[in-house]
């Protein structure tokens, strides 16, 4: 809402422009991912690794610079989703890996098995120079990570009946929203 009137009956607002909210995708994000797995589904990201303060393996992205994360339990370690990034612990060719994903970087979450989730779409370069200058202060770079617990991906028993299914017959693509 941009209007400073009180639509409640009270009148004006306390200094006339409302207090600017921060962005609601972090909460969105954390939302369907809980959803995901409460419903026993894998969540993916699709993340933008050309945007600024996102670590990820170069050699996984497609041609338009992105990258599809398994964020599961059972994909990665230390996994930490805060209001400004998601960071975790994954393995990418056997080599345990550090992610940095900003969350304006983030372009969609949703579940592998369905396609059902949610796509974000919109310019968030305000959030991209606010965030960017943050991290500023502290260097980000990928590195290898040890861990004294291997990680391990669970594939589910489905995954070669689906494979079988691939021809296009009885399986439904991504069923994503765009929120701007």
Sequence with gaps: ???SKNTTGGGE???GDLPAMTSSQPYLIR???EWIVDNNLTPYVMVDATRKGTVVPEDYLDAE???ILNISQTATSELIMSNEEITFNARFSGQAIG???PIYSVKAIYARENGQGMMFDGDSTKEEEASTSKM???PVALESVSNDRPITVAESPEKDD???QSNGKGRKGPN???IK
Aim: charged share 30%.
């Design 1 to 3: 809402m941009t209007s």
């Design 162 to 164: 689906k494979k079988k």
């Design 31 to 33: 939302a369907i991912y």
């Design 13 to 15: 607002s306390g200094g």
């Design 65 to 67: 610079g992105r990258i």
């Design 99 to 101: 992610i940095c994903v």
């Design 136 to 138: 500023a202060k502290k």
């Design 176 to 178: 994503l929203k765009v």
